[in-house]
T-cell receptor, first 112, second 115 residues
């Protein structure tokens, strides 16, 4: 079966670092995506990993370990505007290239 | 460059009715995917279209259907609406099917409420 797990909620302080974990079990694998979704808005793309290792993009970094079925999103120097839901999604290589399997999202609250 | 647009943004229907939602992808994008988002289930894949052909379908009943036109615009239809169909319906477009990296750009969604 297809399963993607991530924590439901997390809280962090402005200026701190937070790591959001994602574990997955899918019948195939062709890339892992992280999306940010503010309340009432559409998801926006943050990062993409298909090979093991760390991808860094400004304050955001994403890590992938395919052997462990594990990824994390690291947010540094947290700002209040980072309060949002963070969605982990896997492209199942058996499916269409356009199909993503999403986790239920992690709601991050950044406090002053 | 305009983003993905969806119409209408909000819709209220009653049980048993049918509804049609529309999505216009980013210019040049030929792949359109539809997702249903609910608080309990999160984002779930409905179907994907490329060049007017359905490429893949998620685990939804036959009441959910869609199509894509020659200009890549897509519509999805839900017949015999049920209360559980109340959700945010998101459309996403991408540039090329088959590429390793295939970022999907999401539209703002259509909020459907079934009474």
């Amino acid at each position: 079966g297809q399963n993607i797990d991530q924590p439901t909620e997390m809280t962090a302080t402005e200026g701190a670092i937070v790591q959001i974990n994602c574990t997955y079990q899918t019948s195939g694998f062709n890339g892992l995506f992280w999306y940010q979704q503010h309340a009432g808005e559409a998801p926006t793309f943050l990062s993409y990993n298909v090979l093991d290792g760390l991808e860094e993009k400004g304050r955001f970094s994403s890590f992938l370990s395919r052997s462990k079925g594990y990824s994390y999103l690291l947010l540094k120097e947290l700002q209040m505007k980072d309060s949002a839901s963070y969605l982990c999604a896997v492209r199942d290589s058996r499916g269409s290239q356009g199909n993503l399997i999403f986790g239920k999202g992690t709601k991050l609250s950044v406090k002053p | 460059k305009a983003g993905v647009t969806q119409t209408p943004r909000y819709l209220i229907k009653t049980r048993g009715q049918q509804v049609t939602l529309s999505c216009s992808p980013i210019s040049g994008h030929r792949s359109v995917s539809w997702y249903q988002q609910t608080p309990g289930q999160g984002l779930q894949f409905l179907f994907e279209y490329f060049s007017e052909t359905q490429r893949n379908k998620g685990n939804f009943p036959g009441r959910f259907s869609g199509r894509q036109f020659s200009n890549s615009r897509s519509e999805m239809n839900v017949s015999t609406l049920e209360l559980g169909d109340s959700a945010l319906y998101l459309c996403a477009s991408s540039l090329e099917v088959g590429a390793k990296r295939n970022e999907q750009f999401f539209g703002p969604g259509t909020r459907l409420t079934v009474l």
